[in-house]
């Protein structure tokens, strides 16, 4: 598998809630950062269980179901270097009240057809609002 059928299929299968499909193109002991520093969410989730468990299983119960948008604004790979850039548009409605509207950008690492890590940037201001964690601190 290329770096860009690697997201593509990661694309598919986050895009329909597929995790069988996911499992096929991350590693299991892969990492997903989500860069910051002023939002609880910020850290990095270790392997599957971090992933699935702690970051999807988190975000799904703050959103309102049937809410969540997502759209691909722009998808790019390296192959020579083993990375791609997956730029995406989300918004959602959380249980309380609040709506989350970022732009995102996905750094992926992949090694023979799997993702083995992700950092995951955005505006942590604008999750802290959304989620009510409080003001963002500079």
Known sequence: MTVKSTIEAFWQ???????????????????????????????????????FGELLSGLGEAFKPGTL???????????????????????AELHNGNLLDVELVDVFTVKNGKITAVRE?????AVN??????????
């Open 69 to 91: 948008k997502m759209t691909v604004k722009g998808l790019y790979a390296d192959e020579a270097a083993g990375m791609g850039f997956l730029h995406l548009s989300e918004s």
């Open 121 to 125: 940037i955005m505006d942590m201001a």
């Open 13 to 51: 299968g986050h895009s329909t809630q597929d995790i069988a499909l996911l499992k096929t193109v991350m590693a299991e002991d892969m990492t997903w950062t989500v860069v910051g520093k002023t939002c609880p969410i910020a850290k990095t989730y270790e392997g599957w269980d971090g992933f």
């Open 129 to 138: 609002a959304a989620f009510g964690f409080g003001e963002a601190s500079a």
